[in-house]
C-alpha cells in the first residue's frame, strides 16, 4: 500500500485559497514531481513554471512549507513532515496565477543595481588578461553562479519591509561586476547602490545565505559592496 | 538607508561598544556597593571626565537611537521616507535635549 | 528581530533614564528617593531586565559589525546563540547582585 501525501497547493492569485490534493508518495520523488502529479492526474488547471528539472535552470523556486526552495532540488522525504506538503508561490513578488509570480521588480531592481557589464575596450583592443587567482577575481567568481532563481529574494526580510530594496541577487551581480577588472561603470554602480533602497538597507539577517540552493552568499558580496560605497562615499567618489 | 546613514550608524554603533561595556561595568559596581544618591553626585560633581564620557555616550547614543528609529519607521510603519526622517530627527534631538540636561543634573548641580 | 526588538525597547527607556537622573537638578534628595524606590524587587527585576536587552542589543549589534566587516562567513546563528547565552547570563548576575 502506498503511502499517501497530503498536499495544499495555492490556488487563485493575490486572492486565493490553499486546496488539498491526495498525491501517492514515492521514492526519491521531488516537490516538482508532486507539483506535476497533481496538474496531469488531478487538476489540468494548475500553473506552475519548470524547464530544467535538475537543478540548473532556477525556473521552478517555489516556497514549500514555509521556505523558498528550488521544488526540483528538494526530495519530499526531507520536508514532508507527518505527509503533508504546503506549496506556494514565491514571497515577495506579485501572484499572476497559482504558483507562478511576476518576476518583473526583481529584474528591473537588477538593472536599478547595475548589475550589468559595462563594457570599457572594443573589440579592437586586445583581450583583457585576467589573473583567476586575483583577489577582486575570486571575489567575483564566489559570487558568480547566480542563476536568478529568486530563492533569496522571497526569504529576505528587508526585500518584505523595503520596497525600494534592490535584494540579494541585485546586489551580488552587482558585486561581482565592481571586482570585474574589464568592467568600466564602477562610478554609476556604486552610486546606484549607495543610495536609499541600496546595499547599506541589508541587516545582514543572512537569510539569503542559508537559503541559497548555489551555496552563494549574498551577505558578504553585500558587505563588501558597504565598504565599496562607504570607502567612495569618503572619499567624496559618490554624493548622496 | 543610504551610505550617509549606514556610515554615520555603524560608526557611533562602534564608538557605542566601549562606551557601553565601561557603563554597564560601572553601574554593576554601583549596585554591588549599594551606592545612594549622595554617593554617585559626590564623584559626578565637577568632574570633567564624567561630563566628557556621558556626554559623548548621549551623543552617540542619540544619533544611533535615531537612525534605528529611522530603520524602524521606514521599514514597519506607513510613514514615508521623509516623515520617517523627520520623526527620527525629533526624537534624536529629544535625547540630545535630555540627555545633555541629565548630565548637566549630575555634574553641575 | 531581537536586535530590532531590544533596540525599540532602549530607544523608549532611554528618555525615562535621562529623566530619572534630571531629577538630581531638584537636588540629590528626589534623586535619592527616586533611587530608593527603585529598589523595590519588581523595579529590580526590570532593571535586570534592561541590562539584558542592552547586552543583546550590543553583542547583536557586534554581530553585525563583524559579519559587515571581518571574514567570518559560516557559523553565525552559532555566535548569535551565544550572544544571546552571554547577555543572559551577565543580566543575572546583575540580578543576583542587588538582591
Keep these: 500500500m502506498l503511502a499517501e501525501l497530503s498536499v495544499s497547493v495555492w490556488r ?22 508532486v507539483v506535476t502529479f497533481v496538474q ?24 514549500v512549507n ?9 526530495h519530499v522525504s526531507k520536508v514532508a513532515g507527518g505527509g503533508r506538503l504546503e506549496i506556494g508561490p514565491l514571497a515577495n513578488l506579485a501572484v499572476i496565477k497559482d504558483l507562478t509570480t511576476d518576476m518583473a521588480p526583481f529584474f528591473e531592481k537588477w538593472q536599478q543595481a547595475k548589475g550589468v ?13 585576467i589573473r583567476p587567482d586575483s583577489p577582486a577575481r575570486l571575489a567575483a567568481d564566489a559570487a558568480i553562479e547566480c542563476i536568478n532563481c529568486g530563492v533569496c529574494y522571497a526569504a529576505c526580510d528587508t526585500v518584505r519591509w523595503n520596497a525600494e530594496y534592490f535584494g540579494p541577487a541585485a546586489l551580488t551581480r552587482a558585486w561581482t561586476l565592481v ?5 568600466g561603470g564602477n562610478a554609476a554602480r556604486l552610486q546606484a547602490v549607495a543610495a536609499s533602497g541600496g546595499c547599506h538597507a541589508c541587516h545582514s539577517h543572512q537569510s539569503c545565505q542559508e537559503l541559497c540552493p548555489q551555496a552563494l552568499n549574498p551577505t558578504a558580496s553585500i558587505a563588501g559592496l558597504k565598504r565599496r560605497a562607504a570607502a567612495a562615499y569618503l572619499k567624496g567618489e559618490i554624493k548622496t | 538607508m543610504n551610505v550617509r546613514l549606514y556610515l554615520w550608524q555603524r560608526l557611533t554603533a562602534a564608538l557605542l561598544v566601549p562606551l557601553v561595556v565601561v557603563h554597564i561595568a560601572v553601574i ?13 553626585l559626590s564623584r559626578t560633581h565637577g568632574s570633567i571626565v564624567w561630563a566628557s564620557y556621558y556626554a559623548a555616550f548621549v551623543a552617540a547614543a542619540s544619533i544611533h537611537g535615531a537612525i534605528g528609529v529611522r530603520n524602524v519607521l521606514t521599514e514597519w510603519s506607513p510613514l514615508n521616507d521623509r516623515r520617517a526622517g523627520w520623526f527620527a530627527v525629533a526624537f534624536g534631538l529629544m535625547l540630545v535635549a535630555l540627555g545633555l540636561r541629565a548630565v548637566a543634573a549630575v555634574v553641575l548641580s | ?14 528618555p525615562l533614564h535621562f529623566l530619572a537622573l534630571g531629577l538630581a537638578i531638584d537636588g540629590e534628595a528626589r534623586l535619592d528617593s527616586f533611587l530608593r524606590w527603585s529598589d523595590q524587587p519588581l523595579v529590580k527585576l526590570a532593571e535586570g531586565g534592561l541590562v539584558f536587552l542592552l547586552t543583546v542589543h550590543l553583542l547583536g549589534g557586534l554581530r553585525v559589525l563583524v559579519i559587515e566587516n571581518l571574514d567570518w562567513r559560516d557559523g553565525q546563528k552559532q555566535l548569535a546563540t551565544l550572544a544571546a547565552a552571554v547577555s543572559a547570563i551577565i543580566a543575572f548576575i546583575f540580578l543576583a547582585r542587588v538582591f
Design chain 1, 12 to 33: 487563485g492569485a493575490e486572492a486565493g485559497r490553499y486546496e488539498t490534493y491526495a498525491v501517492p508518495q514515492r521514492e526519491s520523488q521531488t516537490v516538482l514531481d
Design chain 1, 66 to 74: 514555509g521556505k523558498p526552495r528550488w521544488t526540483c532540488r528538494t
Design chain 1, 117 to 129: 557589464f559595462a563594457p570599457s575596450k572594443t573589440r579592437h583592443d586586445a583581450i583583457a588578461q
Design chain 1, 179 to 183: 571586482n570585474d577588472e574589464r568592467d
Design chain 2, 28 to 40: 554593576f559596581y554601583a549596585t554591588r556597593q549599594g551606592m545612594t544618591a549622595a554617593d554617585i
Design chain 1, 40 to 63: 496531469r492526474h488531478l487538476d489540468p488547471t494548475l500553473s506552475y513554471r519548470f524547464a530544467c528539472r535538475v537543478g540548473v535552470c532556477g525556473s521552478c523556486a517555489m516556497t
Design chain 3, 1 to 14: 528581530m531581537v536586535h530590532r526588538l531590544s533596540g525599540l525597547a532602549l530607544a523608549i527607556f532611554l
